[in-house]
């Protein structure tokens, strides 16, 4: 219980910070007059970023998330289809995530594509 107040505690600050740093970066960036080169690829490196934390987030969080509420339900009275589909859900969804990564990145390659 402990565990999950914390995360939830912490998780808006967490979030506040990581979108005031990309304002900063995005700001110090129209600042500088950088090449239209370097400016795509920072662009291409934040929408990256942003894609991961959205994995991150609906692979990672989501599902342990609620397997600490369903830990913490009585879930006696469920039916056990029920029960069955939503561990895999979880477990299907936690497992995903480090092909999910790899496959976004490995979509942005140009070489890997064809």
């Known amino acids: 219980v402990l565990l999950f107040i914390t995360g939830v505690a ?8 990581t979108g005031h740093s990309l304002v900063v970066i995005w700001a110090r960036e129209k600042q ?4 239209q080169k370097v400016q795509r690829a920072q662009d ?5 970023f ?9 692979f990672f ?8 509420c369903l830990m913490q339900k009585d879930t006696s009275s469920w ?9 895999s859900i979880i ?3 936690i497992s995903l995530k480090p092909p999910v990564q790899s496959l976004i990145f490995l979509s942005k390659n140009p070489a890997l594509r064809k």
């Not at 912490?10 to 910070?17: D, E, M, T």
């Not at 291409?44 to 990256?48: G, I, P």
């Not at 039916?79 to 561990?87: D, M, Y």
Request: without cysteine.
């Open 44 to 48: 291409r490196l934040a929408k990256a």
């Open 10 to 17: 912490f998780l808006p600050l967490l979030v506040s910070l």
């Open 79 to 87: 039916r056990g289809e029920v029960l069955a589909g939503t561990r």
């Open 61 to 68: 969080v989501i599902p342990f998330q609620s397997l600490f």
């Open 91 to 93: 477990i299907f969804a």
């Open 32 to 35: 500088f007059h950088l090449s």
């Open 50 to 58: 942003f894609l991961q934390m959205i994995a991150a987030a609906f």
